[in-house]
């Protein structure tokens, strides 16, 4: 049994901050790669920003040099600093991860979203 639980979301300005925390917990084994993705209305889900075990990061072209992806091993967290927010970023935010469990060998979890809403 896996889960992960989001928090952060909320309303900030354009040109603010935001921080989005995601933990995993569990019978987990090992953390393969973890991603935060969003959906604003009527678009389809999107990758925002993801990085891999091996610690390789990437990122998607509208938020490069804004957000930043990072994850705590130990803790198995997996954390996204976005700055110099746009009303364009306003969507749900999930949080995935490709987990390795007890029981399966690779498990791809996602949390329950949290709206980000940026205001002009």
């Known amino acids: 049994q896996v889960q992960l639980v989001e928090s952060g979301g909320g309303l900030v300005q354009a040109g603010g901050s935001l921080r989005l925390s995601c933990a995993a917990s569990?019978?987990?084994?090992?953390?393969?790669?973890m991603g935060w993705y969003r959906q604003a209305p009527g678009k389809q889900r999107e990758l925002v920003a993801a990085v891999a075990s091996g610690g390789t990061t990437n990122y998607a072209d509208s938020v490069k040099g804004r957000f930043t992806i990072s994850r705590d091993n130990a803790k198995n967290t997996v954390s996204l600093q976005m700055n110099s927010l746009k009303p364009e970023d306003t969507a749900v935010y999930y949080c995935n991860a490709g987990i390795a469990s007890v029981t399966f060998r690779r498990l791809e979890v996602w949390g329950q979203g949290t709206l980000v809403t940026v205001s002009s």
């Open positions: 569990g019978s987990i084994v090992s953390i393969k790669d």
